[in-house]
């Protein structure tokens, strides 16, 4: 069972998607390349609308990309 | 490194050397600045100190980066929103131990260091979660 609320697909989609970069990702969907590895290592849960064009930048639905595991409890920094 | 992370390391560096001088000076060595000159000039130079420390490295960076414009995302926003966030209520402590309660218990220079350290603490606090909040391994979310 996932440790993390909120896990992703992403590392692989990019690899799927000809091995493309994490700096080429963060400016298709306006992010830092800091930024998606951070998203891909779990360490920062994107705002809906960047999930969404992460998602779009693969042709894929959200929910095939991200995925929201209930019973996980990882510490969170919330920034709000 | 982000940009924003090398500047919070950049305020650090040049915020926390001198004014950790300053301190000790004022705590441990009350005698060796006694009138208002002396006071004011020592930290007019620790102020410099730091001001052209960060001038200087700010510029280095900048030429490193070869003038690009800052830029930063979501993620590099929330972790200045959240630093910023607690930064200020560090700092709003500090003031009301100074405006409030120390007029009532003490005087003069007193009163002037311990505004400045709540200033110097806040800035502090605030780079330090700046930093940690790119190296931490908690999870943020926007």
């Known amino acids: 069972m996932p440790t993390e609320p909120l896990t992703n697909e992403v590392r692989l989609l990019r690899f799927l998607a000809q091995d493309m970069t994490q700096a080429e990702l963060g400016q298709r969907v306006g992010l830092t390349r800091q930024t998606i590895a951070a998203i891909e290592q779990g360490r920062y849960s994107p705002s809906l609308e960047v999930a969404f064009r992460i998602a779009d930048v693969f042709g894929k639905r959200l929910e095939e990309v991200f995925h929201w595991n209930p019973g996980a409890t990882a510490k969170t920094a919330d920034a709000k | 490194m982000p940009s924003f992370e090398k500047r919070a390391w950049l305020s650090l560096w040049s915020q926390c050397p001198p004014y950790i001088v300053y301190f000790l000076i004022q705590g441990l060595m009350p005698t060796v600045f006694t009138t208002f000159l002396e006071r004011i000039a020592c930290l007019a130079v620790v102020a410099s100190v730091h001001a052209i420390a960060y001038l200087v490295g700010l510029a280095l960076m900048k030429r490193q980066e070869r003038?690009?414009?800052?830029?930063?995302?979501?993620?590099?926003?929330?972790?200045?929103?959240?630093?910023?966030?607690?930064?200020?209520?560090?700092?709003?402590?500090?003031?009301?131990?100074?405006?409030?309660?120390?007029?009532?218990?003490?005087?003069?220079?007193?009163?002037?260091?311990?505004?400045?350290?709540?200033?110097?603490?806040?800035?502090?606090?605030?780079?330090?979660?700046?930093?940690?909040?790119?190296?931490?391994?908690?999870?943020?979310?926007?």
């Open chain 2, 67 to 142: 003038g690009e414009p800052l830029l930063l995302d979501e993620r590099d926003r929330a972790i200045d929103g959240r630093a910023t966030r607690i930064a200020y209520f560090v700092l709003l402590t500090g003031m009301i131990v100074v405006g409030v309660v120390m007029p009532f218990t003490d005087t003069g220079w007193k009163i002037t260091n311990t505004a400045l350290f709540a200033i110097v603490l806040a800035e502090t606090v605030r780079d330090v979660l700046i930093v940690t909040g790119y190296r931490g391994k908690a999870r943020l979310a926007h």
